[in-house]
């Protein structure tokens, strides 16, 4: 996002370009780690709190025979931690995962989308929602959401852990997010570089390379 500082993140407030959807914003302000090259943006105590607000979001839906479909590798965390969370509000909610890529070893989207895994369920006639860990250019997301929909999903509705921001490739914006996010690049809870990374319980970003 244009006009934002590196050194340190910002409240990202109510009067935004984009309509605010189901959430609210939180915003951490940015804290050292004990890795020197990391800080935490998105502490597991606000990640776990807002998780409870989504599961509530997504339960006033009323989203029968719902089928979750996590996009891995990244959202493997989120998707776990969401799902619990909706179990606690009295969802039982089925279980895919699809694993897309269009990063591979870089930290910029190639901008073509690839299937590595595939979905075991049939959609056809199912409520789905996908879940995926940031949404950036959005074009892994619009894939994943034109696939399902092909196959004859009844509904789809997409939820992010992050919803960065920045100009999208496509004309995408998610259902339900649980932070808006400037335009860093971030790790943990499940996110990495290089494989390194993911087993933290916070979301943190990269501030040395």
Known sequence: ????????????SSPDKRPKRFGTVV???ATPTLDPDLEVIFTPEAIAGRLNELAQEIATAKLENLLVVAILKGSFVFAADLIRALHRVGLAPEVDFMTLSSYKKARISSGQVSILR??????????VLIV?????????????KDLI????ATTIRTCVLLDKQLPRAVNLEPDYYAFLCPNEFVVGYGMDVGHRYRELPYVGRVVRQ
Not at 1 to 12: D, E, F, I, S
Not at 132 to 144: E, K, M, N, P
Not at 149 to 152: E, K, L, N, S, T
């Open 118 to 127: 595939d979905m075991d369920l049939d959609v056809r006639g199912r409520n």
């Open 27 to 29: 915003m951490n302000d």
């Open 149 to 152: 929909a092909a196959r004859g």
């Open 132 to 144: 995926d860990d940031v949404l950036d250019s959005g074009r892994t997301l619009a894939f994943a």
């Open 1 to 12: 996002m244009a006009g934002l500082p590196r050194g340190r993140n910002v409240l990202l």
